[in-house]
């Protein structure tokens, strides 16, 4: 561990930023080697650029003395912010596939784009060609502002519209200014121009980040707008949420929340899962600006000693939400008011044909658990790049993994139906409600922090929760299953009605009761459940929510009735869980 200037502990990623020249570290000169593999400071930077360095853990070959060794690979992910993306761009994208990664786009979590499998010779090739989409992978990772989410539904009027336009604006002013990705991907060509942060970085030399300076933010920061009512984001999970609150069919301003965040470490009873806390309301013209004051603050006071309790959730847990809104106040060129009362939220899954506020459709494709490949039967990919290519609708990646397709006439919608129907594309109304809300991180064999299956096992796994829920008679109820090979939560699981995540090879924990508003954390009901036993160990948590519920309530809900009274913000440790099965 170093320190800094003022003497403060310092992470090895501090210092490699702090080393790098705002990102280029040894990168340029890594990709020309025959090295197949990055060393620790460029493989932590060449996150900042979009790229994880990963190895297929379903694959070591053998070398020359018979040892395993990993083959190295790179998962490549797009940011697009909002989700939104034109007809050309995405099959642009599907074209990247194609040729450089494994044939599959993974859609995500925060409605971005993943590719996997890309070796390191065809690296340079991979990011050009989505450049040349006009989108970038630039910030998609590293300790940086995030893909900024927003509801995914078309905006159905101009109130709608212009939070749209300030999920844009946010990405745009959070985004990293540095040179260095051009120089290292593009040779130098601006073709995606970060427009210039406001300088507000005291005491920093001329840099080439007004507003990171050269240590970037302490970890990542996460944030997402949410239209009246619509939660599919899961505001409470963010960083920053931002929650639109319309009056008279005006946009009157927009609630702020902070300090959300769902990964924990085994063993650490100081790392844990925390719902983001109430700030305050703010006027329309002050979003970006709010934004940009939340995420300073951060970067000025977020732990650079301790990569694992770097987040803002921590920051906030330990200075209390009256400091954070006092150093807010002293910092913001707008006016903080009192957070305004609204409607409930719902977690929507927006599947299937809906009227958009124009009079358009729009169509929900359900994608499980985000995948977008041609398999057998269903040629899900095939199917999509078709419809896009002749059809021309807009696409938005939504929270929940699927896609929508927008601008559409009734005839074109079903002129979708037959191309899904031809390529064994199951439509989204026999879908079963569990199944549309379900949710799985990639995991194995992509994933280097992965200690259990996820999205490989969830599809057989969601076969038997639908056949016991049929049985119990609750085959239509929706019903939220999220599932995770590991406790750093990337599908959400903590929020979920159900969250399965991994704790051991074959070894899951379940948390129950997340609601499907999303502002409530789930308990720990069960540990160490083999896969072959997760549907049966919830036959009787099952059984008492049919028998027992009251009308039109949900298993989350009738959970935290029956065993909270109330709502109660529960606060999930890792204090008691082990390090890999290991007690
Ligand atoms: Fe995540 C790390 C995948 C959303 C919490 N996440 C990872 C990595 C990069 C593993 C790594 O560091 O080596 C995973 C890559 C796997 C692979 O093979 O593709 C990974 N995270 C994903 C995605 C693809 C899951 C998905 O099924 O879609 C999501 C990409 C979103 C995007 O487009 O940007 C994804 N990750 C999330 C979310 C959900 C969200 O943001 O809404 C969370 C929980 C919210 C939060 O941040 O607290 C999340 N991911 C983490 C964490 C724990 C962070 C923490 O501070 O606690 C890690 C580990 C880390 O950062 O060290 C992680
Ligand atoms: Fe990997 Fe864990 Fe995230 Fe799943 S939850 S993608 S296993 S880091």
Redesign the pocket.
Known sequence: MAASDDGKKQSKVEVAKEKSRFLRGTIREVLASDDPSLAHDDSQLIKFHGA?Q?YDRDMRKKNAQGKAERTYQF?V?VRIPAGRVTADQYLGLDAVTDRLADGSL?A?????I?F?GIVKSDLKKTLARVNETLLTTLG??GDVS??V?MSPAPPANDSESRILVFARQVAVALRPATGAYHEIWLDGEKIDTPKPSKPDVQNQPANEEPFYGQHYLP??F?IGFSLPGDNSV?LY?QDLGMLAVVRDNELAGVNLMVGG????THLKADTFARLASHLGFVAPKAVVDAARTVASIFRDYGNRGDRRHA?LKYLIHERGMDWFAAEFVKRFEHELLPWEEGGPLVIKEHLGRHQAGDGSWYYGLYVE??RIRDGDPVRLRSALRTAVAELKPGLVFT?Q?NVLLTGMSVSQLDRLDGILEHFGVPLSGTISAARKLS????AMP????AIAESERVSPPLMDQIEALMDELGIGDEPLSVRMTGCP?????PYTAEIGIVGRATDSYDIYVGGQLSGDTLADLVTEKVPLSGISESLRPLLTQWRDERQAGEGFGSYHQRVHHQGPKLVVLTGAKLPVDGKE
């Open positions: 994880y990963q998962m992910r993974r995500t979590s925060r409605q971005g993943q996997h998609a990772c995030r893909n989410m970890r990542k996460k899961d999970t965040g769902l990964g924990f987040r658990n985000g929270p993994q949710l799985a991180c990639p992509t994933c280097g922090l750093n939560g990337c599908v959400r």
